[in-house]
């Protein structure tokens, strides 16, 4: 019994060392061949990426080599094309008009060949606008979403002609006309301007280079401020502003406000007060566009030539004062001349003025004033309201000094001006005023002077005219020739003198 014990106890613990010392050497035998395995896989792959390179080394450059070889002359890839501008910047100066002077523009179609040759036998260059409406009457037509005109067109090449390698160069130039409205990129649509070469080649395929021109319109800062009156009946309030008609998107600009006819006299002998509590400006931005629609959706539209309007408003400058202003109750203002005068012929009481500063957000991103034939308009806007409060006094005698009883009543005036946003100027001119006068500019030479008369004597080279004193006259005959007688008088007494110191002959 204890021997079966023994051998059983015995028997159990050679049992359980085997089952605890077999999943050792398990997970040792695994790992070894996971280690194997991934060391095997490493010389494969590394194998297979030398292999890979040696090809590409191998093969890379022949290839290239190949494909420069045999790149065919009539191949888009046989020749490359780029725009080389002359001009400066396009800035357009002034007012859009069909009387504008416009912009010069001029540059060079660069043509690089690469292979030995190239036949083009045709090579144009348009320039093109472009609106492309972010709203368009059908999203998945590209006729609707974007409206594309031709402008001006460059016939360079008419003929089949073989370029050879190297650049050849191609000039244009055109006056563009100062009615096209300057580039922009709005919230509902994106109106700009593109150089584009075209080159058909021998083998038929088509070869196209596109370069975008940013055109820009700046006008002319005005001297004098602009100047708005608004009348508020049927109270005695008029309002003046003064601020420039132009503005920039960059920098900020003055605002000179005036509120007149702040007293009023009642009947009873009382007077009513307006206090200004508060002034509030913004500057809005309005969009505007027309998204036309093509022949094919112009059933949703209700026919062709019509399309779909759209407008977008949002403020790109504002603030507010709460203080800062002069108020005057006695000063007397003489009246608008308007007919609708709140007080008709007799001057406005009281006044307060103020001067603060506008300026259009950094941020803001905005847009000038464009009107485009293509049914895209931008405008701005100055807004400045007045929170005015009443105050009541008994008597006339206490306006200027005397507190006032406030009545709870309260108004807002809100007034609205049309401002224009534009680029900067600088220095510059227009292309016309900067070319030299042409020969048909200049007057004839030399001037007609008038009063002044004709003389028909002798003139002084003449053979037997002499400007001094003949021999033998007598001391006071040089003397008038050197008092400044004339040259026919003085040749008609030489003449005289001589016809009588001549001798005379006898008979």
């Given at each position: 019994?204890?021997?079966?014990?023994?051998?059983?106890?015995?028997?159990?613990?050679?049992?359980?060392?085997?089952s605890?010392?077999?999943?050792?050497?398990?997970?040792?035998?695994s790992?070894?061949?996971?280690?194997?395995?991934?060391?095997?896989?490493?010389?494969?792959?590394?194998?297979?990426?030398?292999?890979?390179?040696?090809?590409?080394k191998?093969?890379?450059?022949d290839?290239?080599?190949?494909?420069?070889?045999?790149?065919?002359?009539?191949?888009?890839?046989?020749?490359?094309?780029?725009?080389?501008?002359?001009?400066?910047?396009?800035?357009?100066?002034?007012?859009?008009?069909?009387?504008?002077?416009?912009?010069?523009?001029?540059?060079?179609l660069?043509?690089?060949?690469?292979?030995?040759?190239?036949?083009?036998n045709?090579?144009?260059?348009?320039?093109?606008?472009s609106?492309?409406?972010?709203?368009?009457?059908?999203?998945?037509?590209?006729?609707?979403?974007?409206?594309?005109?031709?402008?001006?067109?460059?016939?360079?090449?008419?003929?089949?002609?073989?370029?050879?390698?190297?650049?050849?160069?191609?000039?244009?130039?055109?006056?563009?006309?100062?009615?096209?409205?300057?580039?922009?990129?709005?919230?509902?649509?994106?109106?700009?301007?593109?150089?584009?070469?075209?080159?058909?080649?021998?083998?038929?395929?088509?070869?196209?280079?596109?370069?975008?021109?940013?055109?820009?319109?700046?006008?002319?800062?005005?001297?004098?401020?602009?100047?708005c009156?608004?009348?508020?009946?049927?109270t005695?309030?008029?309002?003046?502003?003064?601020?420039?008609?132009?503005?920039?998107?960059?920098?900020?600009?003055?605002?000179?406000?005036?509120?007149?006819?702040?007293?009023?006299?009642?009947?009873?002998?009382?007077?009513?007060?307006?206090?200004?509590?508060?002034?509030?400006?913004?500057?809005?931005?309005?969009?505007?566009?027309?998204?036309?629609?093509?022949?094919?959706?112009?059933?949703r539209?209700?026919?062709?030539g019509?399309?779909?309007?759209?407008?977008?408003?949002?403020?790109?400058g504002?603030?507010?004062?709460?203080?800062?202003?002069?108020?005057?109750?006695?000063?007397?203002?003489?009246?608008?001349?308007?007919?609708?005068?709140?007080?008709?012929?007799?001057?406005?009481?009281?006044?307060?003025?103020?001067?603060?500063?506008?300026?259009?957000?950094?941020?803001?991103?905005?847009?000038?004033?464009?009107?485009?034939?293509?049914?895209?308009?931008?405008?701005?806007d100055?807004?400045?309201?007045?929170?005015?409060?009443?105050?009541?006094?008994?008597?006339?005698g206490?306006?200027?000094?005397?507190?006032?009883?406030?009545?709870?009543?309260?108004?807002?005036?809100?007034?609205?001006?049309?401002?224009?946003?534009?680029?900067?100027?600088?220095?510059g001119?227009?292309?016309?005023?900067?070319?030299?006068p042409?020969?048909?500019d200049?007057?004839?030479?030399?001037?007609?002077?008038?009063?002044?008369?004709?003389?028909?004597?002798?003139?002084?080279?003449?053979?037997?005219?002499?400007?001094?004193?003949?021999?033998?006259?007598?001391p006071?005959?040089?003397?008038?020739?050197?008092?400044?007688?004339?040259?026919?008088?003085?040749?008609?007494?030489?003449?005289?003198?001589?016809?009588?110191?001549?001798?005379?002959?006898?008979?």
């Amino acid at each position: 019994m204890p021997g079966r014990l023994l051998r059983w106890e015995f028997g159990h613990s050679d049992h359980h060392e085997d089952s605890t010392q077999h999943p050792s050497s398990t997970k040792t035998s695994s790992r070894r061949r996971r280690s194997a395995e991934l060391l095997a896989d490493k010389r494969r792959s590394s194998s297979s990426m030398e292999h890979i390179t040696n090809i590409m080394k191998k093969h890379g450059v022949d290839k290239k080599d190949k494909d420069k070889d045999n790149i065919r002359p009539g191949s888009p890839k046989s020749l490359r094309m780029d725009f080389q501008m002359e001009s400066p910047p396009i800035l357009f100066l002034g007012r859009p008009s069909e009387t504008a002077s416009g912009f010069l523009m001029s540059g060079q179609l660069k043509v690089s060949v690469v292979s030995n040759q190239a036949i083009v036998n045709k090579l144009d260059v348009e320039l093109r606008s472009s609106c492309a409406y972010k709203r368009p009457v059908s999203d998945r037509c590209s006729d609707c979403n974007t409206t594309k005109t031709s402008l001006r067109t460059w016939n360079i090449l008419t003929e089949p002609r073989t370029l050879s390698h190297g650049e050849q160069l191609f000039p244009f130039s055109t006056v563009l006309p100062g009615h096209l409205p300057a580039t922009t990129r709005g919230s509902l649509a994106q109106l700009t301007y593109h150089l584009v070469a075209t080159a058909h080649l021998s083998s038929g395929e088509l070869a196209t280079h596109t370069r975008e021109l940013e055109m820009k319109r700046a006008l002319a800062p005005h001297r004098e401020p602009k100047h708005c009156k608004r009348v508020f009946p049927p109270t005695t309030l008029v309002t003046d502003a003064y601020f420039p008609p132009v503005i920039h998107p960059i920098g900020a600009f003055p605002i000179d406000f005036r509120l007149s006819g702040i007293v009023t006299h009642n009947r009873d002998g009382s007077v009513t007060r307006n206090r200004l509590r508060r002034l509030l400006w913004s500057i809005e931005e309005h969009e505007e566009c027309i998204s036309p629609a093509c022949a094919r959706h112009a059933d949703r539209v209700g026919g062709p030539g019509k399309g779909r309007t759209h407008n977008h408003t949002h403020i790109i400058g504002a603030g507010e004062l709460a203080s800062g202003w002069k108020t005057d109750f006695t000063v007397s203002i003489p009246p608008p001349n308007t007919a609708n005068s709140p007080t008709g012929t007799e001057p406005l009481l009281g006044a307060t003025e103020l001067e603060t500063q506008a300026a259009i957000r950094t941020n803001a991103r905005p847009l000038c004033d464009i009107a485009s034939p293509a049914g895209f308009t931008v405008r701005h806007d100055l807004i400045i309201e007045l929170v005015i409060d009443d105050d009541w006094l008994p008597s006339r005698g206490a306006v200027a000094t005397g507190a006032g009883t406030p009545t709870g009543g309260a108004r807002v005036l809100k007034m609205t001006y049309a401002l224009t946003v534009t680029e900067r100027a600088g220095l510059g001119i227009g292309w016309d005023e900067e070319q030299p006068p042409v020969y048909e500019d200049v007057p004839p030479s030399p001037p007609h002077y008038a009063g002044v008369e004709t003389y028909e004597g002798p003139w002084p080279l003449e053979e037997g005219f002499s400007l001094g004193p003949p021999e033998g006259d007598p001391p006071e005959e040089a003397g008038q020739l050197e008092r400044g007688e004339s040259s026919a008088a003085g040749a008609a007494r030489h003449a005289s003198v001589s016809e009588e110191a001549r001798p005379t002959v006898g008979h």
